[in-house]
């Protein structure tokens, strides 16, 4: 891979990488919402709604498709005026670019609406915030990392944060089967497979390099998996194409990009730690603009997704993640 500044793990570039890997979360809880607000009927939405929906339709995958396409798209014109040295890449990286596009980017949405098809939103979002313990796994067992405590610890609390905050626990409950987990636990797989892989390309390629070609590859999944005309059919409509675009905007390449940029500072484990914050910021969002329940039993959980973050972080306790040399 080609050189690239070294990336900055000290104490400032730390904080740096979790305020980014923060902005992720928050980026996809907006995503989120507004996904709610465009996609909502206007039947029904509450009183509480501040503005009513405007009743878009459209599958969550081929919402996925579209926006990974118009991502793409939009940053390509976006660098090729701006930085058009990010857009080059070793050829010997292809296959590398290629499945981190379709493991670390496509597959992610995909197994996650898969999951919630399968079971309920509760249970896909608990099982895709598995990926922290994926991760960890990974680190010491085939990376050579050693964690201290607070890492486990970390973990640990992020999980039982995210079951609480998103109603795994004392809420709407788990709806268990075979498929649904084995399909929830390959989504919690993917999205560390995004934050190793990211961390691995890091010290090598700008976080723009990476998304651009990500996104490109996972752009080339969807209208292979979904055909052309479904992914491309989006734009047909004015309101649709201005809704995709702005997802691909502000839940596609703001937060994924500010992940990768994250990933250069701290460790992959520490990432994804801090996005588990995502359901709590959504849980906030939901409460303060469609009147949607915050419980005491959620907000104990988002005190618990708050002390994974200050836990893992501890810069007396921080894991340095040992990178590869530069080409």
């Keep these: 891979m080609t050189d690239s500044p070294s990336p900055d793990r000290g104490t400032s570039g730390r904080f740096v990488g979790y305020a980014?890997?923060?902005?992720?979360?928050?980026?996809?809880?907006?995503?989120?919402?507004?996904?709610?607000?465009l996609f909502t009927d206007s039947s029904a939405a509450t009183a509480s709604?501040?503005?009513?929906?405007?009743?878009?339709?459209?599958?969550?995958t081929v919402?996925?498709?579209?926006?990974?396409?118009?991502?793409?798209?939009?940053?390509?014109?976006?660098?090729?005026?701006?930085?058009?040295?990010?857009?080059?890449?070793?050829?010997?990286?292809?296959?590398?670019?290629a499945v981190f596009g379709v493991a670390g980017l496509a597959m992610v949405h995909f197994t996650y609406f898969k999951t919630i098809s399968l079971t309920n939103v509760a249970t896909a979002i608990l099982l895709e915030y598995l990926a922290p313990i994926v991760v960890l796994l990974v680190s010491v067992i085939f990376l050579g990392h050693r964690p201290?405590?607070?890492?486990?610890?970390?973990?640990?609390?992020?999980?039982?944060?995210?079951a609480l905050v998103d109603g795994a626990i004392g809420g709407a409950g788990l709806v268990v089967s075979a498929s649904g987990i084995t399909w929830g636990l390959l989504s919690a797989v993917?999205?560390?497979?995004?934050s190793l892989m990211g961390s691995y390309a890091a010290p090598r390629y700008s976080?723009?390099?990476?998304?651009?070609?990500?996104?490109?590859?996972?752009?080339?999944f969807?209208?292979?998996?979904?055909?052309?005309?479904?992914?491309?059919g989006v734009f047909a409509d004015v309101r649709t194409a201005g809704a995709v675009l702005f997802m691909?905007?502000?839940?596609?390449?703001?937060?994924?990009?500010?992940?990768l940029t994250a990933l250069r500072r701290i460790a992959p484990t520490n990432a994804t730690v801090a996005s588990t914050i995502e359901p709590l910021l959504a849980g906030i969002g939901a409460f303060a603009l469609f009147g949607e329940s915050f419980s005491a039993i959620q907000m104990i959980g988002g005190l618990f997704v708050v002390a994974a973050i200050i836990v893992v972080q501890l810069p007396e306790r921080q894991l340095i993640t040992s990178l590869p040399p530069q080409d």
Excluded: E, N, Q
Excluded at 69 to 86: E, I, K, N, P, T
């Design 20 to 37: 980014l890997a923060l902005l992720a979360a928050a980026c996809w809880a907006t995503g989120g919402l507004m996904a709610k607000w």
């Design 49 to 60: 709604w501040p503005v009513p929906p405007l009743g878009i339709h459209i599958a969550p």
């Design 63 to 97: 919402l996925a498709g579209g926006r990974a396409f118009s991502a793409f798209l939009l940053l390509v014109v976006v660098l090729l005026v701006g930085r058009r040295r990010d857009l080059v890449i070793a050829r010997r990286d292809v296959p590398f670019f």
């Design 148 to 162: 201290t405590w607070a890492l486990p610890a970390g973990v640990t609390l992020s999980v039982i944060g995210s």
């Design 190 to 194: 993917f999205f560390a497979a995004y």
């Design 207 to 220: 976080p723009y390099t990476t998304l651009v070609w990500g996104l490109g590859f996972a752009a080339l």
């Design 222 to 232: 969807w209208l292979a998996f979904l055909g052309p005309r479904t992914v491309l």
């Design 248 to 259: 691909a905007v502000v839940s596609t390449i703001i937060p994924f990009a500010a992940f």
